[in-house]
């Protein structure tokens, strides 16, 4: 737990890390960040005078075992970590990635939480005046994530978020929100030539907007496509490089300074 981060052994608020912490040493060679958007997300909640709980013993939510058909394996995650819920007595659990969200929400047994992407809860407090964002000057984009646009039909959340950041200007990619292009890849399950292919044209679409930083709001966005940007130069295809990060990280970085007793 980083030493900036606060969290609590008893809280009405669960944040649910998901995977990232295991995407970063298997990832580590394409400057992939995954963790770092889970101490992001604990310091935005932090900002906002929330020690969240942590699960000690949170399992993946099976995401990718339901949609690579392993029903089995799926369901021991899914009343593992239903049950974990339960016995902490949260209220509201909050999620940084959008096929954990997803999962929770579509696909495992009612639970008496208030469920909320990362966006969500940051737009809502946003709106409250809660928090308070230095002025950063620079143009960005922003990648629907699939289970968070089309599966859930969250696309205003994150853009509003990256509104409320003074001197940020939002540039759209030409497909953006119901026409949004896939970053490439689904559960890991392939990574072949037009999965590649997918994913070159989305950050070309990036750059075209002329903006300097891509956003993204799934960690496996953020993977996948700077796994484009790493093999680029193997195949000698176009210039797709362009600064990714995650909404989370955007969003903590840009917090002014915190105010004593504030």
Known sequence: MPETCRVSQQSDVLYFVGCAPYFDPVFEDMGVETLGIAKASLEVLNRLGIEPMLLANEKCCGHDALWTGDMETFMRLAEHNVAAIRDSGAKRIVFSCPECYR????????????????????????????????????????????????????????????????????????????????????????????????????????KATGAQTLITSCPKCQIHLKCAMVSRGEEKGPDVEIEVMDLANLVAGALGREEPNE
């Open 103 to 206: 999962t929770f929400k579509e696909d495992y047994p009612t639970l008496d939480c208030e469920l909320l992407h990362i966006s969500e809860f940051v737009n809502r407090e946003a709106g409250r005046k809660r928090l308070k964002f230095r002025e950063l000057g620079k143009k960005v984009t922003f990648q629907d994530p699939c289970r968070l646009g089309r599966h859930l039909g969250i696309y205003d959340d994150p853009r509003k978020v990256i509104e409320a950041i003074p001197g940020l200007e939002l540039a759209e990619m030409e497909r953006c929100r119901e026409e949004s292009l896939c970053c490439g890849t689904s559960a890991f399950m392939n990574c072949g030539a037009y999965s590649k292919q997918i994913r070159i044209d989305r950050l070309l679409e990036a």
